[in-house]
T-cell receptor, first 114, second 114 residues
Framework: GDSVTQMEGPVTLSEEAFLTINCTYTATGYPSLFWYVQYPGEGLQLLLKATKADDKGSNKGFEATYRKETTSFHLEKGSVQVSDSAVYFCALSESRSGNTPLVFGKGTRLSVIA | ETGVTQTPRHLVMGMTNKKSLKCEQHLGHNAMYWYKQSAKKPLELMFVYNFKEQTENNSVPSRFSPECPNSSHLFLHLHTLQPEDSALYLC?????????????FGEGSWLTVV
């Protein structure tokens, strides 16, 4: 079945450091890929998405590129801030007819210290 | 504000109680979901409703009973729960229209079973 594997956290960075959170997936078809973020005490928010190979999703300084050849969707940000401290979830949704609920990774906790 | 509202935000209940979680989406979507998020475990999909019809039940114990009276409202009825059911319960919605099924989450209901 479909699955998503994320790097295990926690990840602790200093402010203005470069961030990479690795995500790889296994899917039978051509999935859409997502990153969600969960701030403390809140639900999940969509951060960015990409629906086909070589697409780049971006939002709030975060970027991720859909790499079909390596089945990856790594999340990057050039300069993190304390306010980026949260749990980040990589997810996929198969592109086939009907409703295909998201498959999530286990999440990666990011802590940014001043 | 994500367009998906959950109430109550916090609930403490005894193992013999009956309570319900409520979810309302204001996005005009046609699919709704319940997810469970426990400490140290991945997000677990519990139920899926498409056009008010339940299309997925991921082996959820019968002490959890969903209800979807219309495409905007979703309930999760709880009875005779166990302490291990304490978790964050997340409601979500999406518009099913082919590929790239983007799901929008509510802020969750924190449930504590005592």
């Amino acid at each position: 079945g479909d699955s998503v594997t994320q790097m295990e956290g926690p990840v602790t960075l200093s402010e203005e450091a470069f961030l990479t959170i690795n995500c790889t997936y296994t899917a039978t078809g051509y999935p859409s890929l997502f990153w969600y973020v969960q701030y403390p005490g809140e639900g999940l928010q969509l951060l960015l998405k990409a629906t086909k190979a070589d697409d780049k999703g971006s939002n709030k300084g975060f970027e991720a590129t859909y790499r079909k050849e390596t089945t990856s969707f790594h999340l990057e940000k050039g300069s993190v801030q304390v306010s980026d401290s949260a749990v980040y979830f990589c997810a996929l949704s198969e592109s086939r007819s009907g409703n295909t609920p998201l498959v999530f990774g286990k999440g990666t906790r990011l802590s940014v210290i001043a | 504000e994500t367009g998906v509202t959950q109430t109550p935000r916090h609930l403490v209940m005894g193992m013999t109680n009956k309570k319900s979680l409520k979810c309302e989406q204001h996005l005009g979507h046609n699919a709704m979901y319940w997810y469970k998020q426990s400490a140290k475990k991945p997000l677990e999909l519990m139920f899926v409703y498409n056009f008010k019809e339940q299309t997925e039940n991921n082996s959820v114990p019968s002490r959890f009973s969903p209800e979807c009276p219309n495409s905007s409202h979703l309930f999760l009825h709880l009875h005779t729960l166990q302490p291990e059911d304490s978790a964050l319960y997340l409601c979500a919605s999406s518009q099913v229209e082919g590929s790239g099924n983007t799901i929008y989450f509510g802020e969750g209901s924190w449930l504590t079973v005592v």
